[in-house]
């Protein structure tokens, strides 16, 4: 059996080398996804976003659970910070989900964001294409979430769910534009705590205010107790679960998913264009020396940006 | 051509509830620009082989308080080599008497850390000694 052949039956070595060699960037990795590719968009995509600590692998772990007793086969993303000083990493979303580990049904795998800037890693998009070509039935992405710029997960995800806790600084002032746009589904989580109420109604109020007659998905807000109290979780969890499923069902209907996998593919396409294209030349002018005497032209002020990245475009880019 | 990532699981298997030295573990080796994988307290063997599986590793790192690093650590390796992951570097941490470190090493545990060994030192034997894919 050929790697491509076993990772479509499954086999969890040959994915996660594969997941490897794309974070690694090996060139025959790539083969890989366009062999894949043709097998995939099979897979309900769900992404989880919120601050730190909010509680998203917990949320993650109990949507395992559920899915998992509805007879679903899921793999995880689960994306946690590189130090931009040493390149090293942490990865410890897993702790929360570990009694999934030896589900042969379930896939988790911890990747870091290698200095990307959008809350997910650059790998991503094709380890999604992985664990889809593998057969799941979905794939869950939890993102790193440290300020309000990692919206990535939007060009991925059929769903995306935005967790906000009462008194970490979640107030409807502090979310900024972005953010509150990507969500499909809200959840404030530990909802035990003072201020979930105040919080929901606020969330609420403001999605009133933004919803426009065209738009017909409006933003459920769903509240979630302190996962201590199992049967309370549980019961947050389906109901979250439930709000997951009608996005799709909606996405379907409207035929707003044709939309948004067209997004998706140019969003993988300009990723593929800047890897082909841009880097490609950039390593070029870096390896030739050409980078060097640029820089030192824009310094002593005798050519400027513009004019030389016309110079790169006029040698590389005939047709143009 | 691209470079590999050192990817390492820290584990604590065993019943103790202390994993402080884990912690001071992993931070160290995220210093030395590992990505780690922590999972945190109580990690069966066949759990931490499940991990490493998924994860792609190089290394797993066991650190251990209980006294039951006679019997976990050589399940790890057992195991792994059931599943011919045996590729994957196996060191172990902690508490452990002299005298069982030849037995561990004869398990194929390549290299015992007792307490006070600097961590730099850890991360060092890591890089020369894995075998990376
Ligand atoms: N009170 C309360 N604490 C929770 C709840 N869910 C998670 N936590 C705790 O919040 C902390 C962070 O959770 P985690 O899932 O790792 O958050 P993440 O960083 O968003 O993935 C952990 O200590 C959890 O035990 C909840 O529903 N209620
Ligand atoms: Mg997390």
């Known amino acids: ?204 109020l403001m999605l009133d ?51 948004k996998m067209k997004n998706k593919a140019l969003f993988e396409i300009k990723a593929a264009l800047n890897n082909n294209i841009n880097q490609v030349i950039y390593e070029q002018l870096l390896n030739d020396g050409s980078l060097e005497t640029m820089i030192n032209k824009m310094t002593e002020r005798s050519s400027d940006a513009y004019t030389l990245s016309e110079t790169v475009t006029a040698k590389y880019l005939k047709n143009i | 051509m691209a470079e590999r990532k050192i990817r390492v699981l820290v584990a604590k298997p065993g019943l103790d509830g202390h994993d402080r030295g884990a912690k001071v573990i992993a931070q160290a080796f995220r210093d030395a620009g590992f990505e780690v994988i922590y999972t945190g307290l109580r990690q069966t063997p066949e759990r931490i082989v499940a991990t490493a599986e998924q994860e792609d590793v190089d290394c797993v790192a066991l650190s251990m308080l209980s006294g039951s690093h006679l019997t976990l650590m050589p399940k790890v390796t057992k195991l792994l080599k059931e599943k011919s992951m045996d590729d994957i570097l196996v060191v172990g941490g902690g508490v452990i008497p002299n005298e069982d470190i030849p037995l561990l090493k004869e398990a194929g545990v390549s290299e015992i850390f007792t307490p006070g060994t600097p961590t730099s030192l850890c991360a060092e034997y890591i890089k020369n000694n894995i075998h990376l894919k």
Request: aromatic share 4%; glycine share 10%; proline share 3%.
């Open chain 1, 1 to 204: 059996m050929d790697r491509i052949e076993k990772i479509r039956n499954g086999d969890v070595r040959t994915a996660s080398r594969l997941i490897r060699d794309l974070e690694d960037e090996f060139p025959q990795a790539v083969s890989a996804i366009k062999e894949l590719y043709p097998y995939t968009g099979q897979a309900r995509v769900v992404g989880l976003t919120g601050a730190p600590g909010a509680g998203k692998s917990t949320l993650t772990d109990g949507i395992l659970e559920a899915l998992r007793k509805k007879g679903k086969s899921i793999g995880v993303l689960a994306v946690d910070p590189s130090s931009p000083y040493t390149g090293g990493a942490i990865l410890g979303d897993r702790i929360r989900m570990q009694r999934h580990a030896e589900d042969p049904k379930v896939f988790i795998r911890s990747l870091a964001t290698r200095g990307a800037l959008g809350g997910i890693s650059k790998a991503v998009g094709d380890s999604i294409h992985v664990l889809d070509s593998m057969g799941k039935d979905f794939v869950i992405i939890e993102t790193v979430g440290i300020g309000q710029q990692e919206v990535e997960i939007m060009n991925y995800a059929h769903t995306v769910i935005v967790v906000l806790v009462p008194g970490m600084g979640d107030g409807v002032q502090t979310i900024k534009a972005g953010i509150m746009e990507i969500a499909d589904v809200f959840v404030i989580n530990k909802a035990d705590r003072d201020g979930a109420d105040t919080l929901a109604a606020e969330i609420n």
């Open chain 1, 209 to 259: 205010m933004a919803a426009s007659n065209q738009q017909i998905w409006r933003t459920p807000v769903v509240k979630i107790g302190n996962v201590i109290n199992a049967s309370e979780f549980k019961q947050g969890i389906d109901e979250l679960l439930g709000h997951v499923d009608k996005h799709f069902q909606y996405l379907q209907n409207s035929g707003e998913i044709k939309q």
